[in-house]
Nanobody
Framework: QVQLVESGGGLVQAGGSLRLSCAASGRTFSTYTMGWFRQAPGKERDFVAAISWSDGTTYYAASVKGRFTISRDNAKNTVYLQMNSLKPEDTDVYYC???????????????????WGQGTQVTVSS
């Protein structure tokens, strides 16, 4: 069982930056792929980024590639999402997620993930 707690959301002007953090419970964090998703009210939960547990491969949605960076610190059981050049369309609730331990797959579909944080609001003003 994994518990995830996000932090770092807030209000920022377009062009600004935010860094989201997700702290995970458990002693085997290093064997979990970690992902970030975002969701607007009444819409599907969309993939943003993921980082694999096995070799650190990163995955990004086309809309954020080149602006967002996902990273992890296994010693701190934490995954980060550095968001630069933010746009108003990045406004959403951002969720940290993890699939089952040791899972290997595409890592880009929310159906692959079993554990979710409570979400953190990111608002980008124009």
């Amino acid at each position: 069982q994994v518990q995830l707690v996000e932090s770092g959301g807030g209000l920022v002007q377009a062009g600004g930056s935010l860094r989201l953090s997700c702290a995970a419970s458990g002693r085997t964090f290093s064997t979990y792929t970690m992902g970030w998703f975002r969701q607007a009210p009444g819409k599907e939960r969309d993939f943003v980024a993921a980082i694999s547990w096995s070799d650190g491969t990163t995955y990004y949605a086309a809309s954020v590639k080149g602006r967002f960076t996902i990273s992890r610190d296994n010693a701190k059981n934490t995954v980060y999402l550095q968001m630069n050049s933010l746009k108003p369309e990045d406004t959403d609730v951002y969720y940290c997620a993890a699939p089952l331990e040791g899972y290997t797959g595409s890592n880009t579909y929310h159906e692959e993930y079993d554990y979710w944080g409570q979400g953190t609001q990111v608002t980008v003003s124009s």
